[in-house]
Nanobody, 127 residues
Framework: QVQLVESGGGLVQAGGSLRLSCAASGRTFSRYVMAWFRQAPGKEREFVAGISWSGGWKHADSVKGRFTISRDSAKNTVYLQMNSLKPEDTAVYYC?????????????????????WGQGTQVTIAP
């Protein structure tokens, strides 16, 4: 049974940092595209960052220069380092994985391209 479990969320002041982790189990995801999405209250779920099996990555314009996605294949874990956090970054952050291995060299930002999802971790940024 495939599981993605996010951790690392919390409450921080604006300008602070957090590192989210997504631990995968039930399958080795080193050759899968994986991504982070987020959903703020009353808004649609949106792409934050993705990383391909070959190490290619993509970050949303709203987080470029502040957030960095990475992966540790040996630990079957994907990370999202978030710096210079803003109140508008407040959301539930979700980890997602593609259905099949390999996939595109540059991750796509579309929800429908991801099959496996975690339960989410809350990130709250105080002004």
């Amino acid at each position: 049974q495939v599981q993605l479990v996010e951790s690392g969320g919390g409450l921080v002041q604006a300008g602070g940092s957090l590192r989210l982790s997504c631990a995968a189990s039930g399958r080795t995801f080193s050759r899968y595209v994986m991504a982070w999405f987020r959903q703020a209250p009353g808004k649609e779920r949106e792409f934050v960052a993705g990383i391909s099996w070959s190490g290619g990555w993509k970050h949303a314009d709203s987080v470029k220069g502040r957030f960095t996605i990475s992966r540790d294949s040996a630990k079957n874990t994907v990370y999202l380092q978030m710096n210079s956090l803003k109140p508008e970054d407040t959301a539930v952050y979700y980890c997602a994985a593609d259905l099949s291995p390999l996939g595109p060299a540059v991750p796509t930002p579309f929800l429908n391209n991801y099959y496996y999802w975690g339960q989410g971790t809350q990130v709250t940024i105080a002004p």
